[in-house]
């Protein structure tokens, strides 16, 4: 059997050796030298996940976006490494002099270098660095360094220079913008300087800039990838408290959640708002949205679910969002079945339709599912930001709340703003949800607020 360091498919070596059992496991580490047993730990590529190594090809930056625990700081330490050893513990590596950023000093020491997956505990006896603390750098048996630097202090970067950069929790930096601008010109050593980036991903400017940029790669696994290496308990307890939320979307599972600027709704306004149990609802829809046509190509149908508490005066009333129930529209007939399955599955008394776009037809596809089905027909006589402004204004007031499982919906909402939509696509989802929300509270607040008038 070939040595690790002449082996094939050295990049997913782990992985082959555990699925192909205990005899192919066995074999391997009695063909293995003494010398290569004692290095298999510290062989990076035969241990890491897909994620946790730099694609292939020309770049400058490689982001590696994952959840919590998704093994983004090991995977800064190993690149870090990768760039300052050589063949020998005494030969140079690609680059001889790194920049090691954090948020602060403190987390740059306690996480990045002598974290539990942090340079050190990374690397071996005999390339192990020395920390300098009064100097806040890390100095190689081959000469190579790596000077400390806070995000808290841009300033303290404008003058050195380096050759290679790892940059760890840029999304949550304060000063990200003038940090991230003063370490780009001081990355003007050697032939190709490169930064590797770990974090999880915030709606912040200046990492949609970097993922933005033509010379960027990304490289992004959830929370679960190393659920091998992450107490059970843990897993457990983050499923159970934010599986379906925006929050969980973006520190579990990875995914930047765009929100656009101006937007009618923000993550904390949703975050907010969402709660575990329902109240005994006095009035539930269902809203559809439905597409300008109806084959593969088509806008999803919007098919949103809200129930109300309507005990009291009308400026006390309470909404619950329920459900997101929308469908890829490939013919009327399949959005209408689910809207009329949400309708029973929800107990729904009416549904609430948009018919702009096609007209008496709308009506007559629903009616095919179901001759009997509560209906009313809405027209869109305003501008979709415009529509929705008074359904943000619930929200603002306190008065809407989420159940979990709408973390699309929720995409929309954070990409609608005043001036109309500024996602991707069509609002489908969004549109729904204003169409349920105006029939269940904001028409009727609105005629509770229009004054009578009494004959004279």
């Known amino acids: 059997m070939p040595s690790i360091s002449t082996m094939p498919g050295l990049r997913s070596g782990a992985a082959w050796i555990v699925s192909e059992g205990q005899a192919v496991q066995d074999a391997f580490l009695d063909a293995l030298s003494d010398g290569e047993l004692l290095a298999l730990p510290y062989v990076f590529d035969f241990w890491a996940l897909d994620h946790q190594l ?12 994952g959840g919590r625990g998704a093994g983004k700081t090991r995977a800064g330490a190993e690149w870090v490494r990768a760039q300052i050893e050589g063949s020998r513990p005494l030969d140079e590596g690609r680059c001889t002099r790194l920049a090691l950023v954090g948020e602060t000093i403190d987390q740059v020491r306690d996480v990045m270098i ?43 970067l404008r003058g050195p220079q380096f050759d290679g950069a790892w940059v760890d929790e840029l999304a949550k930096w304060k000063k990200a913008r003038e940090t991230w601008d003063m370490l780009q010109f001081g990355l003007r050593l050697g032939d190709d300087p490169r930064v590797c980036v770990t974090t999880t991903p915030r709606n912040v400017g200046v990492l949609k800039d970097v993922l933005a940029a033509d010379s ?6 959830p929370t679960e990838a190393n659920a091998a290496f992450l107490a059970e308990s843990f897993l457990d307890e983050v499923r159970a408290r934010y599986a379906g939320t925006r929050l969980g979307r973006q520190e579990l599972d990875g995914v930047l959640v765009d929100a656009a600027e101006d937007a009618l709704w923000t993550p904390a306004m949703l975050n907010a708002c969402r709660l575990d149990a329902v ?3 006095d009035r539930v829809v269902v809203a559809v949205d439905p597409p300008v046509t109806g084959h593969a190509g088509s806008d999803q149908c919007g098919i949103v679910v809200v129930g109300a508490v309507t005990q009291g005066p009308v400026q006390d009333w309470r909404a ?12 009327p007939a399949s959005w209408a079945k689910a809207a009329i399955r949400a309708m029973e599955q929800w107990g729904a008394e009416r549904l609430v339709a948009e018919v702009n776009q096609g007209g008496d037809m709308v009506e007559q596809v629903i009616r095919q599912i179901d001759p009997l089905v509560p209906f009313k027909a809405v027209h869109a006589g305003r501008a979709k930001g415009a529509r929705a402004e008074p359904v943000a204004a619930l929200y603002e007031q306190g008065r809407v709340h989420h159940a979990r499982g709408l973390s699309e919906l929720e995409d929309q909402m954070c990409a609608m703003t005043a ?33 009578s008038v009494r004959a004279v």
């Open 320 to 331: 619950y969002v329920l459900a997101d129930a929308s469908v890829s529209a490939a013919s």
């Open 54 to 65: 730099p694609p292939d090809g020309d770049w400058r930056t490689w982001i590696v976006m």
């Open 419 to 451: 001036r109309g939509f500024e996602g991707r696509g069509s609002p489908d989802r969004v549109d729904a949800l204003v169409w349920a929300l105006t029939d269940l509270i904001v028409v009727p607040s609105a005629k509770w607020r229009r004054p």
């Open 216 to 221: 960027t790669v990304v490289t992004s696994a």
């Open 114 to 156: 002598f974290g539990e997956s942090g340079i050190m505990a990374c690397s071996p006896p005999d390339r192990r660095p020395e920390w300098q603390a009064t100097r806040k750098r890390l100095v190689w048996p081959n000469g190579a360094t790596a000077q400390a630097f806070s995000a808290h202090d841009p300033e303290g």
């Open 279 to 281: 109240p005994d609802l």
